[in-house]
C-alpha cells in the first residue's frame, strides 16, 4: 500500500522542519519543487483533478501548502543562503508576477551564491523578461555564473 497525498508532503514536511542535517532538508526542498512543476502542468492543462487523479502525487490544497512553505523558508530572515536559494529554485516554475520578484531580488543579492541560483530559476520560469540578463551573464568571467 503507496503512501496517501497528504502523508508524502507531512514526511516531506517533516525533514524540512526537523532534520538537523542541511542537506537533508535541501534534498526535501528540492523534491518539493517537482510538486511546484506539477502544479504549473496542471493548471495549464486547465482540468486539475483529473490531471491530479492521474499522476497521484499530489492534490491542489497540498500544492498550495507546498507553495506557501516555500514562500515562507524564502521570506524567513533565519534561514541559510543554502535552503532560501533551493527553496527559491524550486518555486520558480511558477508564473506569478510574486515569484519573478523574488527571482529578480534574488539575482541581485550580494551573494553569489544566490546570483547562481537565480539564473537556474530564470531558465527553469521561462520568462522572456529574463532573457537580456541570461544572454548577459554568458559572458560572465566567473565560469561559475556563466
Known amino acids: 500500500m503507496g503512501l496517501s497525498r497528504a502523508s508524502i508532503y507531512s514526511n516531506i514536511n517533516r525533514f524540512i522542519s526537523n532534520d538537523n542535517n542541511e542537506s537533508v532538508r535541501v534534498a526535501a526542498i528540492i523534491i518539493l519543487g517537482r510538486y511546484i512543476y506539477e502544479g504549473v502542468e496542471a493548471e495549464i492543462d486547465s482540468d486539475w483533478e483529473s490531471y491530479w487523479q492521474t499522476i497521484e502525487i499530489i492534490d491542489k490544497e497540498s500544492f498550495l501548502k507546498v507553495k506557501n512553505y516555500l514562500l515562507k523558508l524564502i521570506n524567513d530572515k533565519t534561514s541559510s543562503i543554502k535552503i532560501k536559494r533551493h527553496a527559491v529554485e524550486a518555486i520558480s516554475f511558477l508564473y506569478e508576477p510574486k515569484i519573478i520578484d523574488i527571482i529578480y531580488h534574488t539575482y541581485n543579492h550580494p551573494d553569489e551564491r544566490m546570483k547562481i541560483s537565480a539564473l537556474f530559476s530564470m531558465g527553469r520560469n521561462a520568462n522572456t523578461r529574463f532573457e537580456n540578463i541570461i544572454l ?11
Open 136 to 146: 548577459k551573464e554568458l559572458d560572465n568571467p566567473n565560469y561559475k555564473i556563466k
